[in-house]
């Protein structure tokens, strides 16, 4: 749904900068033409300071001569400054809004530039004494647009179209990047993506047992949770109902496991669900599905960004009906020799792992092995 803004006329918001414009060009040119006249009356040899009818007729028409100069040229200069503001500062700001607009579906933003340059005022000492600059207040407005459009509420994590609107670019692009190292890419390169594809374990039963209500109470200790967890190595993206997506950059050397192994203890120890009648604290869990992105380093464009987020999710399945409360990590083994196989592992983990492509990783039984 479209929102529109409401705001002062643009015609207004002119008309009172060219005012602004003129009233401080004129007194800059009334002290300069002042003093213009003490340096003729001084080089004249005439007294500045007399009565109109004792000056003589040249003094005379010497400051009528200044005051025309003056005023003439405060009304040029106020024409030329204020056409060069609208063309280099209101124009461009407007056709910055128009782009705003079109990607936020707001609009009449373009329409209103003046609310960006005179902060939300009409006043002319507003205008003259700004509080911020008008494009700092652009970027502010763009920040809480998108905000607004890539944040979850519940979660406080970022939305599914972040990821498809923002993150996957970005992903596409170190792709290409890496094409150039792809010979020492694990070796020399020293840092690599990861997909981790999280889902809360018997989620429906906490809707169903105790309401939506404590059921959104567990998605934002999950988002609290996992954004903890993850840190600035990477991001959280609620990929839908209680599906989380988790991309990181991890240094080499690149152990997946122990993040995985990190997540789902951290999970199980601090998500929980009360007990509205009993108090009782029912502790939560999950199953985690991890690919390394790109998975075959052969060749790096062979899968795309949905197909890696594809095959996180088929891994993660993998974990929940192996018993839950578990993970499970697919690694490239050996690299299909054609497109059309590439396509078929990355649709069905099963003929994957068959095939060869794939090999499953799984949690072993010393904790140590994830140190």
Not at 63 to 83: A, D, R
């Amino acid at each position: 749904m479209k929102r529109k803004l409401i705001t002062h006329k643009s015609s207004e918001f002119l008309w009172q900068i060219t005012a602004l414009l003129f009233f401080w060009i004129f007194l800059f040119t009334l002290i300069v033409g002042f003093l213009d006249y003490l340096a003729l009356c001084y080089y004249l040899r005439i007294f500045p300071f007399l009565n109109w009818g004792s000056m003589e007729s040249r003094q005379q028409i010497m400051i009528v001569c200044i005051v025309i100069s003056m005023l003439v040229l405060s009304f040029c200069l106020t024409l030329i400054i204020s056409s060069i503001y609208k063309k280099i500062i209101y124009y461009p700001l407007k056709l910055l809004l128009s782009e705003v607009e079109r990607a936020s579906k707001y609009e009449g933003l373009a329409d209103h530039a003046e609310l960006y340059l005179c902060g939300g005022k009409m006043n002319i000492f507003d205008l003259a004494n700004p509080r911020q600059l008008w494009t700092d207040r652009v970027k502010d407005y763009i920040d809480s647009v998108t905000k607004e459009r890539y944040f979850d509420d519940t979660t406080g994590c970022f939305n599914r179209k972040y990821f498809s609107q923002a993150i996957t670019d970005v992903l596409k692009t170190q792709m290409m990047c890496s094409i150039s190292h792809r010979n020492g890419f694990t070796k020399t390169a020293g840092n690599q993506y990861c997909m981790y594809l999280i889902d809360i374990d018997h989620f429906k039963l906490i809707n169903d047992e105790f309401g939506h209500q404590y059921g959104d109470q567990v998605l934002g200790q999950v988002g609290a949770t996992l954004r903890s967890v993850v840190g600035s190595a990477g991001i959280v993206i609620r990929s839908g109902g209680e599906e989380f997506l988790i991309i990181v950059y991890i240094n080499y050397p690149m152990n997946f496991f122990q993040l995985a192994e990190k997540l789902r203890i951290e999970f199980s120890e601090t998500v929980h669900v009360i007990n509205p009648k009993t108090q009782e604290i029912r502790p939560l869990t999950c199953s985690i599905g991890f690919v390394p992105f790109p998975i075959f380093q052969d060749d790096l464009t062979a899968l795309s960004v949905e197909q890696h987020v594809n095959l996180s999710d088929q891994a993660m399945y993998l974990a929940k009906s192996e018993g839950r409360n578990t993970w499970r990590g697919i690694e490239a083994n050996v690299t299909p020799g054609s497109q059309s196989e590439f396509d078929k592992a990355s649709t069905s983990l099963e003929y994957g792992t068959k095939a060869g492509y794939f090999k499953i990783c799984q949690p072993t039984a010393t904790p140590a092995d994830y140190i």
